[in-house]
């Protein structure tokens, strides 16, 4: 146990719908990660959040979006959903964003499919 | 771009054996190396990590080396066990702290 937990574990919903997935960081983790994983794209990088505060985008669509609140836990928004949105959505966080206090740890993630 | 390659894709050892995994990385600002291991309907778990100051590094059985020069990385499993199959990934970063992952390996480990 990795000590981050995300919730829902599996979502199911329709095309056009949108979903909230929620994260809440290792206690003392003050950066969140998001990233996506599919089976044709592989484990890819979505966004980073550090003490509330956006800090990196990777490859993420407009139609998704995310925040980190004041007590830390992290929410992803996904909208106009599409069935290529199926996939699993993992949260990481670490207790720093860079130098020795930077490794990830991951969440047991989030299943999506969108029929 | 960033980018990271990681062979072979999969890999079929006998328990006992040495299981190798290379990955090759192409920012060279690139400078944490860490490795995950991830099991069926599990999030990744760090299973070992490496910094660019450093060009080995040995948790009992597994061990990681890093080539900065030729922009290589590569995990080690040795005594190989079945519970040591699962998929792992490679990944780098720079001080940034996004990871760029490499497609996996799947390993299986046989009684």
């Known amino acids: 146990d990795s000590g981050v937990t995300q919730t829902p574990k599996h979502l199911i919903t329709a095309t056009g719908q949108r979903v909230t997935l929620r994260c809440s960081p290792r206690?003392?983790?003050?950066?969140v990660y998001w990233y996506q994983q599919s089976l044709d794209q592989g484990l890819q990088f979505l966004i980073q959040?550090?003490?509330?505060?956006?800090?990196a985008k990777g490859n993420i669509l407009e139609r998704f979006s995310a925040q980190q609140f004041p007590d830390l836990h992290s929410e992803l928004n996904l909208s106009s959903l599409e069935l290529g949105d199926s996939a699993l959505y993992f949260c990481?966080?670490?207790?720093?964003?860079?130098?020795?206090?930077?490794?990830?740890?991951f969440g047991p993630g989030t299943r999506l499919t969108v029929l | 771009g960033e980018n990271v390659e990681q062979h072979p894709s999969t890999l079929s050892v006998q328990e006992g054996d040495s299981a190798v995994i290379k990955c090759t990385y192409s920012?060279?600002?690139?400078?944490?190396f860490p490795w995950y291991k991830q099991e069926l309907g599990k999030g990744p778990q760090l299973i070992i990590d490496?910094?660019?100051?450093?060009g080995e590094k040995k948790d009992q059985r597994i061990a990681v080396t890093l080539n900065k020069t030729a922009k290589h990385f590569s995990l080690h499993i040795t005594e190989t066990q079945p519970e040591d199959s699962a998929v792992y990934f490679c990944?780098?970063?720079?001080?940034?702290?996004?990871?760029?992952f490499g497609q996996g390996t799947e390993l299986s480990v046989k009684p």
């Open positions: 959040y550090y003490n509330g505060e956006e800090r």
């Open positions: 490496i910094r660019s100051n450093v």
């Open positions: 990944a780098a970063s720079t001080e940034g702290g996004k990871l760029i």
């Open positions: 990481a966080s670490s207790v720093q964003e860079r130098g020795f206090l930077n490794e990830q740890f």
């Open positions: 920012d060279s600002a690139s400078n944490y």
């Open positions: 206690s003392g983790d003050l950066s």
